[in-house]
């Protein structure tokens, strides 16, 4: 089992839609998660952490834990074109301060 | 956020030649790593870059090919010697930062071997 995994997709949602992004994860004891966004052609971007149980929200984000579950969400709300990019999950290696185990990110299309 | 810049931004290079990235941080940070990503694909971790002392390099990834360098807390090197066109890829530099645990990304170096 890798250590993050993502479903690749594509995923396609209309403008204005929610589009819901999952991700597992293997460590259990894994305590930080982390999603970046990457536009075609560009680096990955830092965009959301979570390290509680629950939802956090940061605009139209919002991330969601679920360490019973090894489950880790992003959803994005009232979906633009801009938001079309590739998605990725990532959990650090070993816990805070080391390099992230990284999913090889889902891709998303929003169609306006 | 650190920021992160490369050079050169990208390069188009013969089979045999050998091309070194340099990766420059704005502030020290506690560990750098190189990335390789290929198109459509995701990352893939070359090596840690360590300050002073030679690079832990991941499976399937050796010095002669990559060699790298960290001279200092901010700064560091990736050589792809003896370049093939399965060379060809997007090079990452990527951070972590003293201040936050979080891991950060330069803006790539899109390698091209004909």
């Known amino acids: 089992q890798k250590e993050v995994e993502q479903n690749s997709g594509p995923l396609s949602v209309p403008e204005g839609a929610i589009a819901s992004l999952n991700c597992t994860y293997s460590d259990r004891g894994s305590q930080s998660f982390f999603w970046y966004r990457q536009y075609s052609g560009k680096s990955p971007e830092l965009i959301m952490f979570i390290y509680s149980n629950g939802d956090k929200e940061d605009g139209r984000f919002t991330a969601q834990l679920n360490k019973a579950s090894q489950y880790v969400s992003l959803l994005i709300r009232d979906s633009q074109p801009s938001d079309s990019a590739t998605y990725l999950c990532?959990?650090?290696?070993?816990?805070?301060?080391?390099?992230?185990?990284f999913g090889t990110g889902t891709s998303l299309t929003v169609i306006p | 956020s650190a920021v992160i810049s490369q050079k050169p931004s990208r390069d188009i290079c013969q089979r045999g030649t050998s091309l070194t990235i340099q990766c420059q941080v704005d502030s020290q940070v506690t560990m750098m790593f190189w990335y390789r990503q290929q198109p459509g694909q995701s990352l893939t971790l070359i090596a840690t870059a360590n300050q002073g002392s030679e690079a832990t390099y991941e499976s399937g990834f050796v010095i002669d090919k990559f060699p790298i360098s960290r001279p200092n807390l901010t700064f560091s090197t990736l050589t792809v010697s003896n370049m093939s066109p399965e060379d060809s890829s997007i090079y990452l530099c990527?951070?972590?930062?003293?201040?936050?645990?979080?891991?950060?990304f330069g803006p790539g170096t899109r390698l091209t071997v004909l």
């Open positions: 990532a959990v650090p290696r070993g816990g805070a301060g080391n390099q992230f185990y």
């Open positions: 990527s951070v972590i930062t003293e201040t936050y645990n979080e891991q950060f």
